[in-house]
Each structure stands twice: as structure tokens, then as C-alpha cells.
């Protein structure tokens, strides 16, 4: 019953969403949500991406993906997992309830009629028009919303009290397909903004950023610390934590966004909706709890830590980094409500604050990446460890040498560098190894020996792909140390130049600014011609776009759009600002971004890495590890 | 090229490679021109005169004062990075005022800077200035003081403290573990192949 009632909520939500984008389609502007989003003229593309653009409309979304989500959980588990199935029906649905409430109850119809019907709508937010924000946003949602499917099984398993590791089966995929697609999210954000806001940079530690980092950081620490349940019995108590508190932040997360408790660059978003979520945040956190309190007799571990020199309790130092990086950024971002309630002072929290607290503790977690792979499951010796962390040491330390001597003093650059290169060594000696074996004892070619050692295992090898993107992601972080720009005013014909931290002269001359008009906009665009130590590189254009409806009335203020010539090393990111009196005179600001690319091709490397782990198959599973395997290998302190 | 009687128009084999060739040149030409046009060479050479005006300056945005010296001041800039915008934009006075130039609170703010400066006015003071002026708010990260300390410290003591708690509990647990039916230290180091493949049986047992 419970089954059908998720199946034809599904259907329901995903008629409303066609009813939306049918009329979002067809112009209907006498919907309020059609007028105020979209415009006669505005890209289908982008026509598309209106449906969660605005308020009402995503809370439609996150509903309808949510019940399919839902419904997909109750079709795809195993069987032997159906006892948990009527108690997920029945928390999805709660869940999908609530927001259907916000949108009846809360003034957040998408449905809602004009008394009149515009001649054209308002057209969407220039910044939402970019092909990163027709992607970002669902990706995020996808994320948050997934959180529910293992969320509903973990209070599943605390109601019907099969508190084994067997539900921790059901849910490995959704707490990975969930982890992936926040992942996915963030760097498609990470994107945007870098591409779209124009202000040189990537990551703000904006409230809203650091409202999505938050459940993707207790999510890494729950797929860390899940491997000591279902190897050794050990951690119930804590994973059940992460997977409840995951969920919470994905809500808390939506508060943030949707409330403007807290300022912040995504106030497109904000209305007072966001009081309903605080209310089901402190509601959802007191009746979680409450469960999980009176569960905890049961949550008893089954076998105990034999060393403090073993991987157990490298991940649980690892998980208490995730959650203490997670606990810091959400001090930083509620800090100013606290010292305004505690104080009655108001405070501004910026970058400077976070980078302080949290520079170093990330350094301390990218150790760690390097270090856990490297310690043996139960218990390490003293001749294993030596063994184990020759040669990632040794990279590393080299790495730190080479950096110092091509003088590089910008202490957490270098450390975060350093860092990466121990974090390499182990990756690659982990597959050295395993194809080194393979390649003993069956006699594959190198090649083939590396493919099947990551088909074979692919959640520890697709797991050491996604800490090379980590170390890649760090890396490029570092480079911003190095960011330098500059402003100039340029008629046509006259040049500026800007010093490259790699040494070498960019030299931009103005060519000239043309105007002219594009679908929904005016344009005025403005044409550099680049050069670096005196070799022509090709032109760079920046504009500024004045958007219009279909009436050719001005919508919004007009928009910069950023011109980016990039390489591997740097991006060199021009904004024009504007023009001096009205004449071809314009004023640019010149940025150089080291390593800007590699942040990219870092959260590239984390998604491939993220699919692999979870790509279904494998080697055939002799027999399904349960928690607690009491197998005792004599001699085998080798890291497994 | 001919007409046939029933008004369809005959074209020969030559006459139909002819047009092709002709047509192929025209595109080629085409192509070859608005290859030419994108490498657009300069309007107006340096120091020729006054630049151009635009078609409609309205759709460049706020007119802009000519860049200075001052504002491309490292020291300017570096107080800059530490004063919030007041405009609600989130960000520090010389990030909005060089991104959001639709915004009219960063560049006063900014010259307000810049006057102090003239006076002889050193980064702190100037800094301390604007937070005379406006509370500590202005700050981008809040003073080391009072309460704020708190917003500094309690993070970090709190992973240490919970670092130094687990790292005992950890012992405790580890003292307390049942001993092992076999004995933990290796009785025989095995060769690496045996190891490797170890690991990986046991891999395979945990998927």
C-alpha cells in the first residue's frame, strides 16, 4: 500500500512538472512563475532550467525527484531488505509531504494566477544564464534530495530495530550515487561562479557554498568510516550519526539558500519559506535523535580495536577531521547570528576567516589521505610502516625540496603541494604494487595488469582515483596564492601589461568596443589583442550585456561577461567594467589565475573516480563480508 | 541551360559543374573574408586622438572614471581586501568594486580609502577609521577580541580536544581488546606476490 502511495505521488509531481514546463513553453504568462522567470525571448535552453530557477518552481523539483528517487529505492532493493521497505515508503513520503505543504500552505504555489496576463514575462536573472546554472543547480538538488533515500533507511533500520550492517548494503549505492552528485554539484558551482559572477575566483565560502559543502564533508566521512562497520562490525553508533546529520545539513542546507538569515551572493532565492524549513530541521533533528537515543543499546560494536597503529584508526582520525572541517565551517557561517544574539554585536565572516581556520586543517586531512591507505587493517608493525611509507615520504619531502629551490616561500602552497606529492607516492604504490603482482602471478602484460587490478576492486582502486583528484583539487587551490591582477583604462590602440607569476609579460591592447544585439540582449563588446613576451597569443573578448524582454525593454542591471584565455599553468581573465563618458575609452581589470584548470580537471578526476567505485560488477564475491569476520591470517600485516 | 516546354529548367552536366565550381569559390571567398574580419585590427591607433563615441553608452553600464594610480595601489588594495562592501553583495571593497560595476557604495568607499590615505593615514588607522564609521561589521573577519575569540578558537580546540579524546579512548580500547587466539606479530613475513594476492582475497571477501 505504502509502495503504491509513493508510486502514484511520482506520478503526480511529475504531471505538475510537466504542466510547468508546458507552460513555461508555451509563454503562459499569466502564471506568475512563467512571467516572473522567463521572457518571449529568452534561450529554450535556459526556458528549460526556469523550472528550478526560482523558488516555487524547485520546490516542485526537489519533490517530484525525491518521490522518484523514492520510488526507484522500493523497485531497485534486494528483497532480502523488504522488511525495511514499508518504513522508507512511509519517511520519503513525510519528507516529500512536507514539501508539497511549503507549496500549497507557504505561498509557494508555481502554479499561482495573475489577475492579469503580461504582455512578456521578466526573463531570468542574467547570471542564471549560463550554461553552468542549467546543470549546477539539478546536480546540487540531485545530491541533497538523494541524502533521503539512505536517511530513510537508517531510521527504517532504527524503527524496526535490524540494526546489523546488512542495511548498510541496501544503501552503499545511494550514499554514493548521493555523494557523487553533490560532488558533480559543487564544481559545476565552483564553475559558474568562476566563469559567470566575475570577480576571479571560484570558491567565496559564501553561506550557500558552504551549505553544500557541509553534507558532502559528513558524506566523505560516512563512506570512510562505513568500510570499519562492514569490515569489522565497529563504528554503528557513529554511521547512523552521519547518515541523520547528513540529512540535516542537506535541509539545513535549503534553509540557508531559501531563508536570508544569512547574506549572501544567492539572494535570488531568498523568501520566507525558509522558517517552514527551520521549523522541519528542528522537528526532523528532535524526532531523528530521539530514535536514535533509544536505539543505542543495540548499536553495540562487535569487535573491538586491536591497535591504534591500523587503519581503523587512521579513518576514524580522518573522519574526526571531515566532521571537525564540517563543525568549523558551520561555526564560520552561523558565527554571525551567535555574536549578534550573545553580544548584540554584528559581525562580518569572510574568506580570511574560513582560509585561517580551515587551511590547515584540509592540509591535516590531505596527510591523512596519503597516510590511511599506507596502515594495515587490525594492526601494523614497525617494519611494515617503514616499508609502507618509504617511498610516499620520500616523494614528498622532494617535492617540498624542489619547490623550496625554485623559491616558493608561500608556506601553505608549499605544504599543500608537498602534501600532494606524498599523496601521489602512495596512489602509485598502490597500483605499482597490484599490477606488479598480478603481472607475477598471472603473467598480464603491465598495462592489462593495471586495468584488471582497478575492474576487479573497484571501490579501493576507484577510491585511490578519487584521492588523486583531491590532491589535484588542493593543488590548483594552492595556485590562487599566486593570483595577481590590475586595473587600466584603455582607449583603442593602447596596451597594459601584467607580470605573469611564472615570470613572463602579458601584454593587452585595446582594439576597439562594438555594439550590437543578440536575442535578448544588448551587447556591448569589447576586443583585446593578447600577447605573451612579445608572441601574439589572439584576441579576447569581454562584454557587457544588457539584458531585454521581447519588448526590448531593459530587465535586469547590465551584466559583465568575462573573457578567459587558458592554459594549463594560468588563465589570464579580463572583465570590462565599463566606459569613460560614453566613449570607446573602457575600464579593464586584468586577472592571472595560476592553475585555474586544474580544478576542473580535478573534480573530472573525483567524478571518474566516484563512477568507478560505484559502476555495478566486479570480481565475483566469493562470500559476502559480514561485519565482524573473526578470520585471524597469520603474517599478513600487509596493507590491505 | 534550358527550358523545357513543361516550365522545368534543364541544367547540363557542364553547366551543373560550372555552377558548383562558381559557388564553391563564392563560399571559399566567403569564408576567406570572414576569416579576415575576426582578426579585427585596431579603430584608432595610440596617441591618434580622442577615442570614438559609442552608438548608445547606456547599454556599457554606469559611466566610469579613468583608472589612477591609486587605485591600482597594492596598499590600497590590501585594506581594501580587508573592508566589507556595505552594499549587501558579500564581498570586500576592491573585489566588488573591480566585479559589480553597477554598484555605487564600493567606489565611494573606496575614495574614502584613498582620501584617508592622502592625509597620511597608515593601513590600521585607516582601517580603524571605517570601523569608527561603521562598526566592526566592516570588518571581513571580525577583530581577535572578546567574543569573537570564540569564533576563532572554539573549532580548533574542540578537534584537538576531541583528537586528544579519541587518541585515549582509542588506547583505552586497545588495552582492553580481548587477546587474539593467534598471536598478533607475524609468525612468517610472506613474499610480496603472497601478500599482494592476500590482499586481494580479502578485497574480494570485503565487496
Redesign the interface.
Known sequence: MGRHAVFALCGALLVAVVSLEWALFQHDFNVEYVAAYTSRNLPIFYTWSALYAGQKGSLLFWATVLSVFGSLALVLTPRHHRELLPYVAGVVSLVAAFFISVMLFGGANPFQRLPYTPLDGSGLNPQLQNPGMVFHPPMLYLGYISITIPFAFAIAALLSKRLDTDWLVAIRKWTLLSWLFLSIGICLGMWWAYVELGWGGYWAWDPVENASLLPWLTMTAFLHSVMIQEKRGMLKKWNLALIIGSWLLSIFGTFITRSGVISSVHSFTQSNVGYFFLFFLVAAAAASFSLYVTRLPLLMAETRLESIVSREASFLFNNLLFVGIAFSVLWGTLFPILSELVVGTKITVGPPFFNQLNIPLGLALLALTGIGPLIAWRRASIPNLQRQFAVPTTVGVFTALILLVAGMRDFYALMAIALGGFVVGTVVQEFARGARARHRQYGEGYALALGRLLARNRRRYGGYIVHTGMVILFVAFAGMAFKTETEASLRPGESASIKSPYGWTYRLTHLGISQYDALNRQVTAATLEVSRDGKRLGVLTTEKRQHVDGLGRPTFQPSSEVGIRSDLREDLYVVLGGVVNGTEQAVFRFTINPLVWWVWYGGMIVALGGLIVMWPGGAPAAKRAQAGYAVRLVGTEENT | MTRRHDATLHVSRREFLTLGVMGLGATSWNVATWRRA???????????G??????????????????TAA??DAVIQAIEK?L?CTC?????VY?CR??D??CAVSPAMHQHVVELAEQGMTGQLIIDQFVREH????????PKR???LA??F???L??VA??VA??LV??R??R???P???P???????T??E??????E??????
Request: charged letters at 20%; aromatic letters at 6%.
Open positions: 575576426t582578426l579585427q585590427g585596431p579603430d584608432s591607433l595610440p596617441g591618434t580622442p577615442s570614438g563615441r559609442l552608438w548608445d553608452p547606456a547599454r556599457a553600464g554606469r559611466p566610469l572614471e579613468p583608472v587605485d591600482n580587508q566589507h549587501g553583495c558579500n564581498l570586500d573585489t573591480t566585479t560595476f553597477t562598526g566592526v561589521a566592516i570588518l571581513m573577519a571580525p572578546g567574543f569573537n569564533g576563532y572554539v573549532p580548533s574542540l578537534i576531541a583528537g579519541l587518541a582509542l588506547r580500547w586497545t582492553t581488546a580481548a587474539d587466539a593467534v598478533a606479530r607475524p609468525v612468517a613475513a610472506g610480496p606476490e601478500l599482494e594476492r592476500l590482499r586481494g580479502l578485497d574480494r571477501l570485503s565487496v
